[in-house]
């Protein structure tokens, strides 16, 4: 078909590489001085966990694959299962990434496709309702 023009990747529209990676540096953050979310990072280091989710995010809007070449299928409730992530981990975690996606400016329909993502995902991950 001459003449189709097929739409930018989110990935793309967003900025890509650059713009995924100052989402999780500023989310990361805010959960560097989290009393709740990070014990979570069993790493004293958080560089491998913003590595991980920086190739996560990029490659579920449209990036490169390179998360699942690395790590396999996401399995996102699976690989959060042995952390205790209540409505208050939940909340936490969404107030950070607020901040986080506040801070990129994007146009007003890209920040809500991806915030209505980051809320749905983090309800989602929601595994039990003890303090």
Excluded at 33 to 57: I, W
Excluded at 62 to 77: D, E, I, V
Excluded at 102 to 123: C, M, N, T, V
């Amino acid at each position: 078909m001459t003449g189709v023009t097929q739409e930018p990747s989110f990935f793309d529209a967003v900025g890509g590489h650059d713009t995924f990676v100052r989402l999780v540096d500023a989310f990361y953050d805010g959960v560097a001085d989290d009393p709740v979310l990070r014990p979570m990072y069993p790493e004293e280091d958080l560089g491998p966990a913003k590595e991980r989710f920086t190739l996560f995010l990029e490659q579920y809007w449209g990036g490169p694959g390179t998360y699942s070449a690395q790590r396999g299928h996401p399995r996102l409730r699976m690989r959060h299962a042995p952390f205790k992530v209540n409505p208050d981990a939940r909340d936490r975690w969404l107030a950070h990434m607020r901040t986080a996606v506040d801070s990129l400016g994007l146009a007003p329909i890209h920040e809500s496709q991806l915030w209505d993502y980051l809320e749905r995902a983090a309800f989602s991950m929601i595994n039990t309702f003890e303090d």
